[in-house]
């Protein structure tokens, strides 16, 4: 079953970057979808950025601010967050578009001054 241990979070102004990170486990990443997925306190889990191949997606709240990129050699997908608001905080997470039912611990992000 895959892994997946993401990091990278924190508290950040508005205004402020992160860049989040996620190592993954198991055979075949180079041929995943992968997405980086955000919930928020009393909010559903939304997929906020995908890719697949050379191929990526984003939500409209997050298009223009936020990249994801993958590393297949390291089994790793990043997500490079820029311009944060209030309203990105949340736990993010990162796991197969479609999602599989084996989540990670999650990364938390605050963005507060």
């Known amino acids: 079953q895959v892994q997946f241990v993401e990091s990278g979070g924190g508290l950040v102004q508005p205004g402020g970057s992160l860049r989040l990170s996620c190592v993954t486990s198991?055979?075949?990443?180079?041929?995943?979808?992968m997405g980086w997925y955000r919930q928020a306190p009393g909010k559903q889990r939304e997929l906020v950025a995908s890719?697949?191949?050379?191929?990526?997606n984003y939500a409209d709240s997050v298009k223009g601010r936020f990249t994801i990129a993958r590393d297949n050699a390291k089994k790793t997908v990043h997500l490079q967050m820029n311009t944060l608001k209030s309203e990105d905080t949340a736990v993010y997470y990162c796991?197969?578009?479609?999602?599989?039912?084996?989540w990670g611990q999650g990364t938390q992000v605050t963005v507060s001054s």
């Open positions: 198991g055979s075949f990443f180079s041929i995943y979808s």
């Open positions: 796991n197969k578009n479609p999602p599989t039912t084996n």
């Open positions: 890719i697949s191949g050379a191929s990526t």
